[in-house]
């Protein structure tokens, strides 16, 4: 049975910050979170699009999540992005993620060696979600970025019933006729 995030309020998709040599300013996310608390922020999706995630090694990743639920407290509900090109990788960071407390996790699928179809997307999620058991999964949609055009009702149709840990969906594209299928299919069982 799926797991409804329950996450009510804007969900800020922060950067992550860099010093000038590339490396990670970690020590920065405190008033980071200060600020996005002062703006009515409710909860924040850490290693998305806009934190780079993608573009981060395993341990940065990590580093940055720690970070931020250190951050966080109570306060913010903190997702954080795991989705890899690696889903052995994608798994480790859902685990990660979980044994750190993340509000819930969100999955990208594999953009090199795209799903061919939704069974298979809803398969490379799975695989993913059964590393953080106890810890919604929300499936990331931004076919732009990632180059998996599938329609995201046919991947949440495929993954219901095979994800017992789905918990909504992070959609992010232009086609709002499946963003309204998506509601009309799953709004009440998924947040999206």
């Not at 298979?120 to 931004?142: D, F």
């Amino acid at each position: 049975m799926p797991h409804a995030l329950g996450l009510r309020g804007l969900i800020a998709a922060p950067f992550t910050p860099f010093h000038d040599d590339g490396s990670l300013a970690l020590e920065g996310i405190p008033a980071y979170a200060a600020h996005l608390r002062r703006a009515g922020v409710r909860g924040v999706f850490v290693n998305g699009t806009t934190g780079e995630g993608c573009s981060l090694s395993g341990d940065e990743r990590r580093a940055a999540a720690e970070a931020w639920v250190d951050a966080a407290g109570r306060d913010l509900a903190m997702i954080v992005h795991v989705g890899a090109n690696s889903l052995a990788e994608a798994a480790a960071l859902a685990a990660h993620a979980e044994g750190i407390g993340a509000a819930a996790v969100g999955v990208l699928p594999p953009s090199f060696l795209k799903p061919r179809d939704a069974a298979m997307a809803a398969a490379c999620l799975a695989e993913v979600a059964a590393a953080c058991p106890r810890t919604p999964v929300t499936y990331y949609h931004i076919p732009a970025l990632s180059g998996v055009a599938l329609r995201a009702e046919d991947i949440l149709a495929a993954a219901i019933d095979r994800v017992p840990n789905l918990g909504g969906l992070k959609f992010t594209h232009e086609d709002l006729h499946d963003f309204g299928r998506c509601i009309d299919r799953f709004g009440g069982v998924l947040d999206l």
